[in-house]
């Protein structure tokens, strides 16, 4: 079976970070994905690793260690448009994706 | 717009209703996929579809059936829905084989069954 956990909320400051930590246990393993979602959007794709290391896209980082089923999400300057959910979601075997339940951040003023 | 388009978005059906959700990709994509998002839950795969034959149906109950005519095409049809079943629903594209492309979404359908 498929277990993704992640916390279900955090809060933070306009222009500080947070880390959304992701951990995993998976019948197979073919890549981990972060999402983005604001209420009532579509989600939509920020990072993915197959390998272990870390990803860096601007504002956003991802990393992963596969031998320890785990993998993280750093936001560095948060803005307010930041404030969203974001998903963690692994591809076992064939192009199945499945989802952790998502961490509401919060960015205050 | 995100490539993946998906109509209605927002549905409100009786329990004997019928009524059918659709999703477009005009991304040249060969894989489509239905996700239900419950409040406080996991998004839920329902279906995946690879070159419109379905290749997964993951303990999905019979009052909902997909239909995929083609790669660019898929439907949910819905009928004697229960209220439990009120959620997003959401489409989702890939290649066949999806890496760093990912998965693209659609907004999703809300529904309400009343």
């Known amino acids: 079976g498929q277990n993704i956990d992640q916390p279900t909320e955090m809060t933070a400051t306009e222009g500080a970070i947070v880390q959304i930590n992701c951990t995993y246990q998976t019948s197979g393993f073919n890549g981990l994905f972060w999402y983005q979602q604001h209420a009532g959007e579509a989600p939509t794709f920020l990072s993915y690793n197959v390998l272990d290391g870390l990803e860096e896209k601007g504002r956003f980082s991802s990393f992963l260690s596969r031998s320890k089923g785990y993998s993280y999400l750093l936001l560095k300057e948060l803005q307010m448009k930041d404030s969203a959910s974001y998903l963690c979601a692994v591809r076992a075997a064939g192009n199945k994706l499945t989802f952790g339940g998502g961490t509401r951040v919060l960015v205050k003023p | 717009e995100t490539g993946v388009t998906q109509t209605p978005r927002h549905l409100v059906m009786g329990m004997t209703n019928k009524k059918s959700l659709k999703c477009e990709q005009h991304?040249?994509?060969?894989?489509m996929y239905w996700y239900k998002q419950s409040a406080k839950k996991p998004l839920e795969l329902m279906f995946v579809?690879?070159?419109?034959?379905?290749?997964e149906n993951n303990s999905v109950p019979s009052r909902f059936s997909p239909e995929c005519p083609n790669s660019s095409h898929l439907f949910l049809h819905l009928h004697t829905l229960q209220p439990e079943d009120s959620a997003l629903y959401l489409c989702?594209?890939?290649?066949?084989?999806?890496?760093?492309?990912?998965?693209?979404f659609g907004s999703g359908t809300r529904l309400t069954v009343v």
């Open positions: 579809y690879n070159f419109k034959e379905q290749t």
């Open positions: 989702a594209s890939s290649q066949e084989n999806p890496g760093a492309d990912g998965y693209t």
């Open positions: 991304l040249g994509h060969n894989a």
